[in-house]
C-alpha cells in the first residue's frame, strides 16, 4: 500500500515595522495598539458567529415533527391518520389519510396490489409513534414520483405522506397497503458506504469496462422492466444453498453462490454453471471472496414475488489492488 504525504510549508507572518531613521517607540506603540485591536476585533468576530450558531441550532431544535405533520393535514385537507385506517379498513377505503416516519423502498407486493411492481414503486414506511408493527407499505406511480424513487435510492428519509386503500384493489386480511398519492419530504439521512476506497474503485472500474449501466439496486426495486437486462453485483460472497422460484430446477448444473450486495445491502443468491466456472467453484469453497458480477434476471425463470435471485454471467475476484 502506498500512502502518499503532504508536507505543506508553515508560513509564519512577520511584523513589518517602517523605520524612520533609527525608528521611534511611537511608531512601534502604535503597531502594538493595532495588533491588540485587531486581536480583539476577530474574538468578537468569533463570539459573534457562535452566537448565531447558538440561534440556528434552537430554531431548529423548536421545529417539531407533530407540527408540520399536522400542517401537512391541513394543507391537503386531509381528517383521517393511517391508525385511523389501520383498523377500520373497509369502512376507509377509497379515503385518503395521511401517515409520517421513516421511509425505504421495498419489495413487498401482495394481495389486490400484487400486479403493481411494473407501474409502482413500494415505499416501506414507519408510522410515527406506532412502531415497526404499524409499517405501512404505499405504492407510488414510477412516473408521477420519480424524484421520490431516486431519492429513497441514496437512503432512508423522513417523510409525510398521503394514502388511499382504493376500494376496487382492497382484499379482506389485507396488510396495510395502500396506493400513494401525495408526499412532502421532511428530513433524513442518506446512505453512506463504508466500504474502502479500493473496494469502491473495483466496483466502478468493472462496471465500466463490462459496459454495464444497471447496478443491483436498480433491478431490485423494478425487476419486471429489466429482465434480460445485465446488472453489476458487487460485494463479500460466499457458496450458497438456496434455490427458489424458477431457479429452483437449476442445482444440478448450477451452484449458488450468496452475495451482499453493496448498493442494496441485502443478499443476492446468483447461480454460476458448474462446467464454466468451475474454478470459482473450488475457490469459494476455501473461503469468502470480494467479488464484482455481471448478472441477469432471465424472463424465461422469473417468478412474481420472487427476491434477489439472478444468473451470473460473468465474475472477477479480488479488489486488484
Not at 146 to 155: F, H, P
Not at 203 to 216: H, I, T
Amino acid at each position: 500500500m502506498r500512502i502518499k504525504v503532504l508536507m505543506g510549508l508553515m508560513l509564519v507572518p512577520s511584523i513589518l515595522i517602517a523605520m524612520t531613521g533609527c525608528g521611534s517607540e511611537e511608531n512601534h506603540e502604535t503597531s502594538v495598539k493595532s495588533e491588540e485591536a485587531a486581536d480583539v476585533e476577530a474574538v468578537e468576530e468569533k463570539e459573534e458567529a457562535a452566537e448565531e450558531m447558538e440561534i440556528q441550532e434552537e430554531v431548529e431544535e423548536a421545529v417539531d415533527p407533530d407540527e408540520l405533520f399536522t400542517r401537512f393535514m391541513e394543507e391537503k385537507n386531509i381528517q383521517l391518520k393511517a391508525r385511523d385506517v389501520q383498523f377500520d379498513m373497509q369502512n376507509n377505503s377509497d379515503q385518503k389519510f395521511a401517515i409520517m416516519g421513516n421511509a425505504s423502498l421495498d419489495t413487498y407486493y401482495n394481495y389486490g396490489f400484487s400486479n403493481l411492481e411494473q407501474s409502482h414503486f413500494a415505499v416501506s414506511v414507519e408510522d410515527e409513534g406506532a412502531g415497526y408493527a404499524d409499517r405501512w407499505v404505499l405504492y407510488f406511480d414510477r412516473s408521477k414520483f420519480s424524484n421520490l424513487y431516486e431519492t429513497l435510492k441514496k437512503g432512508d428519509t423522513y417523510i409525510a405522506a398521503a394514502a388511499v386503500i382504493p376500494k376496487a384493489q382492497y382484499e379482506d386480511g389485507q396488510d396495510s397497503l395502500a396506493l400513494g398519492v401525495e408526499f412532502v419530504i421532511l428530513g433524513g439521512e442518506q446512505a453512506v458506504s463504508n466500504e474502502a476506497g479500493s473496494v469502491v474503485q473495483a466496483a466502478e472500474e468493472y462496471k465500466s469496462q463490462n459496459g454495464l449501466d444497471l447496478v443491483a439496486q436498480d433491478v431490485l426495486y423494478d425487476m419486471e422492466n429489466h429482465l434480460d437486462k445485465e446488472f453489476l453485483i458487487s460485494g463479500t460472497a460466499s457458496l450458497d444453498t438456496y434455490y427458489n422460484y424458477g431457479f429452483i430446477s437449476l442445482e444440478k448444473t448450477h451452484f449458488a453462490v450468496g452475495v451482499w450486495d453493496e448498493s442494496t445491502g441485502g443478499k443476492w443468491t446468483v447461480y454460476f454453471d458448474r462446467k464454466e466456472f468451475a474454478e470459482l467453484f473450488e475457490t469459494l469453497k476455501q473461503t469468502e471472496e470480494y467479488v464484482t458480477i455481471t448478472g441477469m434476471i432471465p424472463s424465461s425463470l422469473y417468478e412474481d414475488g420472487q427476491g434477489e435471485l439472478a444468473k451470473g454471467l460473468d465474475i472477477r475476484i479480488g479488489t486488484g489492488y
